[in-house]
């Protein structure tokens, strides 16, 4: 019994020194009873870090490009040609032949008779009466009359008078002032263009032979039918798109208001008043009677009487008698032989020369420019990255748990110690070509 109690007073004893030991490193254990040399690296192996490198390689695109030949065609042209051909035509001539005939010609002769006849002759006779008449004949006469006239005379005097008048001076001054104006900011945007990076790849095109018309027999009878001639293959060129979306940057220009502080001189006027004096004429008119005798010519009529003598005419007719001669014109009929010409018509023929146009197709060679599509190697480079492994040393100690450095970072070759398996090297990542603008919408046509 009293052995059993001295062994459980020894087990408290130990478990109350553990616990105390274990509270003070958190549960961990404790090396301070550890030599030096307990301390270092124990164990060593070499770890891969990647390195990723960029590379360039050359690629060869195959590029169509127009190419001009010269070929020949055949032409077919219409040549006109003039001969000359022997035409006949009708020609009416007029040709006379000599007619006789009887016509009736008048012939008058002219005889006189006299005849008697009685005309008024008039005879004219002056004779005078005497008339009388009156007339006014002006004397004249001078006389002299007054003639009063009122004359106003000036008379000038000289005054002066003040007179005053505003005059305006201008003062300037320097005024700060905020003056605004609109400065054009660049402003660069990217918009995404959608190009088409497509090829021209080419396929076969089969195209079936004509039908021709055989002749076969036909249980001993020839017959005729139509048999397709074997085909032949052709090379089409199809298009292949191939959408790449590109950005672009586009620069505008904003309008940007931008205020400035400028002296300005201002300038305004200032009232300030002067006053001077002014000569000023009166005029006075003064008022003079004048008198002047004036000559005046005065006409009177005094009547007198006048005799004349006026002529008259007078007519009296006078029978008288004459003879005329009247002439008797007698016609008699007269019969006369004549001669004409009567036209008739003849018709003969008559040669002439017609130019007479043919015309013919001449064939001639025209030279015609054609475009053909020629292929090209176009090389380019194409960056991709490639991923190397470098070995580094890492090396272990049991210091590790006390919070003491572990791994020393060290070059060494591409070793494992210990049986340490290889790390897992990160995927490599995807291989991105440099961008490369895509041919204009023409080139992809060519």
């Known amino acids: 019994m009293k052995y059993l109690i001295a062994g459980l007073v020894a087990c408290a004893t130990f478990a109350t020194a553990s616990l105390a030991e274990a509270s003070s490193y958190c549960g961990a254990s404790c090396y301070n009873s550890c030599p030096p040399a307990a301390c270092q690296p124990t164990a060593c192996y070499t770890s891969c870090k990647i390195e990723r490198q960029t590379c360039y390689k050359t690629v060869y695109d195959t590029v169509c490009e127009p190419q001009q030949y010269t070929s020949y065609k055949t032409v077919y042209e219409t040549v006109c040609e003039t001969k000359p ?23 008058y002769e002219t005889s006189c008779r006299e005849e008697r006849y009685t005309v008024q002759k008039p005879v004219w006779e002056t004779s005078y009466r005497e008339c009388n008449y009156q007339t006014c004949k002006p004397v004249w006469s001078t006389i002299e009359r007054e003639c009063r006239q009122t004359v106003c005379k000036p008379v000038w005097t000289t005054s002066y ?125 003064v008022t003079n009677v004048i008198v002047r005798k004036i000559p005046v010519r005065v006409c009177n009529y005094v009547t007198e009487t006048h005799t004349r003598k006026i002529p008259i005419r007078t007519c009296r007719m006078v029978c008288e008698q004459r003879v005329r001669k009247i002439p008797v014109q007698t016609c008699k009929i007269v019969r006369e032989t004549k001669t004409r010409k009567v036209p008739y018509c003849v018709t003969r023929k ?60 060290a070059a060494a070759p591409e070793t494992y110690n210990r049986g340490t398996e290889k790390p897992e090297l990160a995927p490599e990542p995807e291989k991105t070509p440099v961008p490369e603008l895509a041919p204009a919408k023409g080139d992809k046509a060519a």
């Open 85 to 107: 051909v022997t035409c006949y035509k009708n020609v009416t001539e007029t040709c006379y032949r000599d007619e006789s005939y009887t016509v009736c010609r008048p012939v």
């Open 161 to 285: 008078r003040e007179c005053r008048r505003t005059v305006y001076r201008q003062v300037t001054r320097t005024v700060n002032q905020e003056r605004c104006y609109t400065v054009m900011r660049p402003v660069t945007t990217y918009r995404t263009v959608r190009r088409d990076c497509g090829q021209w790849v080419k396929q076969k095109v089969y195209h079936p032979g004509p039908l021709l018309p055989r002749i076969v027999n036909d249980c001993g009878r020839p017959r005729v039918c139509m048999v397709r001639c074997p085909g032949f293959y052709t090379c089409k060129r199809t298009w292949c798109p191939k959408i790449v979306c590109q950005k672009i940057p586009c620069t505008r220009y904003v309008p940007q208001v931008v205020k400035k502080i400028c002296p300005v001189q201002v300038c305004h006027t200032v009232p300030e008043c002067i006053v001077t004096k002014v000569p000023v004429r009166t005029c006075k008119m």
């Open 350 to 409: 008559v040669a002439y020369t017609v130019n007479q146009v043919y015309k013919r197709c001449v064939a001639k060679q025209v030279p015609v420019t054609c475009t053909r599509m020629v292929q090209k190697c176009v090389p380019r480079q194409v960056a991709y990255q490639v991923c190397k492994m470098v070995p580094v040393t890492v090396c272990d100690s049991p210091c590790s748990s006390c919070g003491t450095p572990s791994s020393s970072p």
